[in-house]
């Protein structure tokens, strides 16, 4: 869906400081890619830089980040400009922003910012059918559609991100960035949404990259999983593999920061996607295992 090559991007300034050196990754069809990394290390301008919402002083300085569509054409993402690039990312590539739960516009309804999208991006569609979809993107995302008439200040934070989930997800879009969509949330909630996700993902079949500093989390939803430092991805390769089997000495760090990944009481359980390699058996186990690592 997704190729992104040799990509680099630096903040300019007194101190340059150079955000994301030579980044290469591949996105597949319905794949969950992982994006693991500590804070500061380049996921979120990695992700903004490819969607090319990135402002000065951050400039692009080498790659390309190809788009290529279920209907067969590709789209290098710099060739896009104005009116095209912001249409792409609502219908092709949509995101899902690191504290996005904050950016809903506190003065419009949730009805009237989800049929927003609508009216400028399909024009065509009926009122009344604007209203339907808002209400079933709504249901989709686990939220009741009488909450089609809340402001935002009116939501709970797990109820805000899960409208910002519907909000990407609106166009049918066929590749989906978050960053960290549910780090601020509990982990009851955040465990809900991403059941969510993952249920939609098979259902709808857009390919997700998943950012989150949290690799117990990623470990469980991702396909692969890359993971960055110091703005360079030091290892890449399937979810199960990285965890076995890790080979940077940075990965291995980072698994053993987690201590539910490491101690005597075994293997973790991956819950969401059922991998028959790791045996699902208990999703409560899990939950606990991701909540002692949270602490
Ligand atoms: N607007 C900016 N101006 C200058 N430097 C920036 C700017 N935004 C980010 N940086 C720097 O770029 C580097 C990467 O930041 P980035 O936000 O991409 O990290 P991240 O991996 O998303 O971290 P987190 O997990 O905390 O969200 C950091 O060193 C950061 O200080
Ligand atoms: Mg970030």
Known sequence: MLTIDDFSVDYLGERTTHAVKNVSLTLGRGEVLGLAGESGCGKSTLAYGVTRLLKPPAL???????FHSREGYSVDLASLGGADLRAFRWDKISMVFQGAMNSLNPVISVQAQLEDIFTTHRPEMKWKERRQVAGDLLERVGVDRSRLKSFPHELSGGMRQRVMIAMAMALDPQVMIMDEPTTALDVVVQREILDEITRLRSELGFAVIFITHDLPLLL????????????????????????????????????????????????????????????????????AHSEGADR
């Open 60 to 66: 692009i300085t080498s790659g390309s980040a190809t």
């Open 220 to 287: 469980e939803i991702s396909d692969r999983i890359a993971v960055m430092k110091g703005g360079e991805i030091v290892e890449l390769g399937d979810a199960y593999e990285l965890y076995t089997n890790p080979q940077h000495p940075y990965t291995k760090r980072l698994l053993a920061s987690f201590p539910s990944l490491t101690g005597e009481r075994g293997d973790f359980i991956r819950t969401g996607v059922a991998d028959a390699r790791l045996g699902v058996e208990d999703a409560v186990t899990a939950v």
